[in-house]
């Protein structure tokens, strides 16, 4: 019959079992074979003082399968160490590592607060819509509030990714300053159309 | 400039009739549903939508709420995630029989195997793994497609893994007595060629039962998982759903580890990759998607 | 929901904004198309792979994957070769138009396309009389 019975492990498995040390995982981190640098970020994440090796590598590391091994391993890590690690993502990375930082951010919202302000006020439009999007899926008290801050940005699609996170968690309190803001954009039927639906969202 | 068509919220539903319990309004359910979306994937189309409204009120009312607001608000601010794994649960079917969302099956056989097979020498080992494999229909119909559907199967060797975490459910497997239920959707010939009478129900016959090795695995136990290498296809339907976001990821990285390069996973029907990981590749392969280990290493 | 008289063309949003999605929604849905909507680029492509489409609106930045991607993906696939693709950025270069035209797309505008336009557009795309 072709189905035959498997093997329990493969030989090759029997020798990973070996733990390496931290130090000659911090090295196979910075390995120029990417599969050497993902089992070393693997090997990290399991280990408890693995994340500030992980810290330093985020924003050098492009290689998709590696980053996706790092962030998994910071996700569950939240620390301000970590926010700060993933902060200059925003600005500086790829679109991929921009993005998985915000997924990861979007989990340590105690350790993101302390930013808010300052990435409102960031002079780079895009970290501003960043900090709005991440906002409307951050589980803290304040992030509607937040929003309704940004909703006074000069840049007409800063307001409109604000006003997208209040259609989701927005209350009453936005209201005003929601239908203060087709008046500053008068020709955006984009943003005349977000806040017609934001209110409806929150006015029950 | 304004849009011309009246803005309208296309997920407000009709009014129904009244409900013992407080209602949800159009506008929240409108909120919930986006949420819904945008965490799992899932969207409920308007024949879902009085189904789904009930299932959110039971919730509503098992965790204690007054109202939908400060349910959303536990369920977009709890740490763990543990409320929104029990809104999963209730807002999907889980039940196990023989040749449940065949479909797969049928692209196993009719794509994936033949693509595996025009690049590996014949008697090579190809390995199939069925995690949760439950009460094991899905690894004996796996391998019932296999036998039946596959011309070049004798030519290859076949591992078929199929693990669980819960060790009865593996008794059960092992023992592989089934149902009528369990049967329903599979074709009478496949029953007469495979099945004997057993008692009130149906026992899978004793080359099937020793072809399949079952194993217990917990996906979270990096150390265990070490052990599953150089897979070419896992069938991991309908267990990723249920993790919270976090374990969910470990999961898809220990997945993805224990594949060979350009090994596929295959996920539940209601499931996806896009609300997961992007290391996976969606493929096509036939008219099912299934999700592929990149072959280059990056 | 679609108009009486829809001519049952069924266009694809990809487009990581739920606002934006429902905002391309009511404008192609007063001319009569079916949309149907994917939060991400990589849901995007597995819808595109299996379901049919007429149109394909495909904005750039993305989670999980981008819109050049998704494009790229889609346009290697058999079934991916033919159906129509605009992408929508807020990239307003040269090199990001040749960037999506490269990578498969027939259109590349730049955000906010105005209603009309993208009437227009998903009309003349979809082979519907204007």
Redesign the interface.
Known sequence: MALIKARRATPDAVAEAIPLTLDSLVAQLGSPVASERRAAARALDAHEDGIPALCDRVAAEVAPSVCEAIMAALVRRASSAVVAALLPLLRDGTPVQRNAALEALAVMPEHVAPHVAALLRDPDTDVRIFTANLLSVLPHAEAAAWLVEALADPHANVCAAAVDGLAEIGDARALPALAALPARFPDDSFLAFAVQLASQRIDQ | MSVTAPLIDPLLPVARAEDARAPISPQDYAKFCDFFYRKTGIIFGANKAYFAERRLQDRIAATGHAGFRDYFTLLRFEIGGAEMQQLVNAMTIKETYFYREDYQFDALVRHVLPAIAAERAPGTPIRIWSLPCSTGEEPYSIAMQILEHWSQADRYDIEILASDIDSRALADARAGVYGERALHRLPPALKQRYFTPYGDGYRICDALRGSIDFTQVNVADAATMRRYRDIDVIFCRNMLIYFDEVSRRQAVETLYDSLRPGGVICLGHSESMSRMSSLFAPRRFGTTILYQRPVDHD | ?TEPHSHGKRILVVDD????R??Y???F??AGFVVEE???G??G??RA??EPFDLLVVDV??????GYTLIE?LRG?A?GQAVPIVTIS?EAGASDAERALEAGANLYLV??A???ALRHFAALMTGVAA
């Open positions: 929901m904004g739920m606002t934006t429902l905002y929604r009511s404008v849905e007063a994917a939060a991400n990589l849901e492509l597995e792979l299996v930045n993305m989670p999980k994957m981008d993906r696939d079934t807020t955000k906010p105005a209603p009309a």
